[in-house]
């Protein structure tokens, strides 16, 4: 369980939200909607630990979320994709995911870069792929994460209509294992079987 | 996972090459142009090989140093190195060795080459190559500091030069002065001693103080 208490965040002189509270339960999923500027990131970014908030605290269950063992718990997708122009799809997904403690054996990432996509284009250097495309292979993660806590930055920008689908049934898989999911999008959500729970921000 | 970062590291150094050979080759013509510069008066040349040499290692170290978080800064990374579940100063290792491995052990293997054009005898550029290989590692771990502290900022690459180079300061005395005391007669050894006590001392803060620079700099 996540539980966020009277959070507080400031950027420069400008307060962002002030005594922001919510819990998010195993198998929830939170969407943080608003304007550009809102804060959106800001609150991802409080959230798994990135910068610590002004006032306020963050649990995760029951205990501070901080440290080797919360992390281990978290998958983040950035707004900026952590993807080397340099490597290969393949190499990049194996890095990325021994980074986050869950290597992966040659099948598994292959397996998971032609799920998402990119059958084909895994030996190919990054900085040929389109953007969307480079956006598949911080994406392939996802499928393969086995952390309970996802934070999704948004995760369905740049993405052609079969991925989005694809996307949205992954994060239905993971809820359905009792997986919490938190995201920002500005696209209609539409997990099947799933209400999400919603955060404004202004 | 000190071998997975010290692997992606030198991986992405491999695909840039043209990056890790123009710091070897700054290195290589700073140092060959005192010769020509100075004139082909043996004594004198023979007197400021040790400073040139250790003076040029630290300007071609500093030259690769702001490369050293900047891409993985831009473009996420950090910030998925900062939420592994490994301690980031472990990480912080990886990254500081791998740069030393290709922009410091290169010169250290190139010094005793370049030692000849100042006619230095074979015991004084193999002194030479070893306080090299014993000071180099002290540039990047003293440098991933700096690089730390400047990240993101407008104008850093001087800015870190600023900060960096008062802190070689003791690896350049007690480098150059190796082969100097040698030249002189006397036994390198306590430069020497010194310079690998400088080494164990950075190796065990830097990585720690760098980690701790990088949180400040995300946050």
């Known amino acids: 369980m996540l539980e966020a208490a009277h959070l507080t965040c400031q950027r420069g002189e400008r307060s962002l939200f002030t005594n922001l509270s919510f819990t998010l339960g195993a198998g929830e999923l939170l969407q943080v909607a608003g304007p550009n500027g809102s804060g959106k990131t800001s609150l991802l970014k409080l959230l798994c630990g990135l910068s610590p908030p002004v006032a306020g605290e963050i649990r995760w269950q029951g205990a501070p979320a901080r440290g080797e063992d919360f992390r281990r718990q978290l998958f983040y997708l950035g707004h900026q994709h952590a993807v080397k122009e340099e490597l290969s799809a393949l190499e990049n997904l194996h890095i990325s995911a021994e980074l986050a403690g869950e290597p992966l054996t040659d099948v598994e990432a292959l397996d998971a870069l032609a799920r998402i996509g990119l059958a084909g284009r895994e030996h190919l250097p990054a900085k040929v792929l389109s953007q969307g495309q480079k956006r598949r292979v911080a994406l392939a993660r996802l499928l393969v994460s086995k952390a309970p806590l996802w934070i999704l930055d948004e995760p369905l920008t740049a993405l052609d209509v079969a991925a989005v689908d694809l996307i949205q049934s992954r994060l239905a898989e993971h809820l359905a294992n009792q997986g919490m999911v938190v995201l920002t999008t500005h696209q209609a959500l539409q997990v099947p079987g799933v209400t999400p729970c919603r955060i404004e921000l202004d | ?219």
Do not use: C
Request: net charge neutral; hydrophobic share 60%; glycine share 10%.
């Open chain 2, 1 to 219: 996972m000190l071998t997975t970062i010290i692997r992606r590291d030198l991986l992405l150094a491999y695909r840039r090459r043209s990056d890790v050979l123009t710091t070897l080759f700054f290195f290589v013509i700073v140092v060959s142009l005192f010769p020509l510069g100075v004139g082909p008066e043996m004594k004198t040349l023979r007197l400021i090989a040790p400073g040139v040499v250790w003076v040029a290692a630290l300007l071609a170290s500093m030259l690769s140093l702001n490369r050293l978080f900047a891409a993985d800064y831009q473009d996420g990374t950090l910030e998925q190195m900062l939420l592994a579940p490994q301690p980031l100063a472990l990480i912080v290792l990886g990254k500081i060795v791998a740069h030393w491995l290709v922009s410091g052990l290169p010169l250290a293997l190139m010094a005793p080459v370049l030692g000849m054009q100042f006619d230095l005898p074979p015991a004084a550029l193999g002194i030479l190559f070893l306080a090299l290989l014993l000071g180099t590692p002290i540039l990047s771990l003293i440098g991933a500091i700096g690089a730390a502290l400047t990240l993101g900022l407008r104008g850093g690459g001087v800015l870190l030069s600023l900060l960096v180079l008062p802190l070689y300061i003791p690896a350049l005395i007690f480098g150059a002065g190796a082969v100097e005391a040698y030249s002189a007669g006397l036994s390198p050894e306590g430069h020497l001693s010194l310079l690998g006590a400088l080494l164990i001392l950075t190796g065990l803060a830097a990585p720690w103080v760098t980690a701790f620079a990088l949180r400040i700099a995300m946050e």
